[in-house]
């Protein structure tokens, strides 16, 4: 398999789960308190938002290394 089949498929299944997930979530440990001995932390959940923009990139991107990896 070509180098350029290889990356167009890569590219194409990234793109159809960008549009599927919109977005990363990730949680974070924060500290709220921190007087010696005692500590309190706080889990936050926090998203990275990928725009649907980004997805139709490496869908394009994808078919035409795709496409041009077979002609040749």
Do not use: D, H, S, W
Request: no cysteine.
């Amino acid at each position: 398999m070509r180098t350029n089949t290889l990356i167009g498929i890569i590219l194409i299944a990234i793109g159809i789960v960008a549009f599927g997930y919109q977005g990363i979530t990730y949680k974070t440990t924060e500290n709220v308190i921190n007087l010696g001995p005692l500590k309190v932390t706080e889990e936050k959940t926090r998203t990275f938002p990928l725009p649907p923009v980004v997805g139709a990139i490496a869908l394009v991107g994808g078919v035409v290394l795709l496409v041009t990896g077979r002609r040749k």
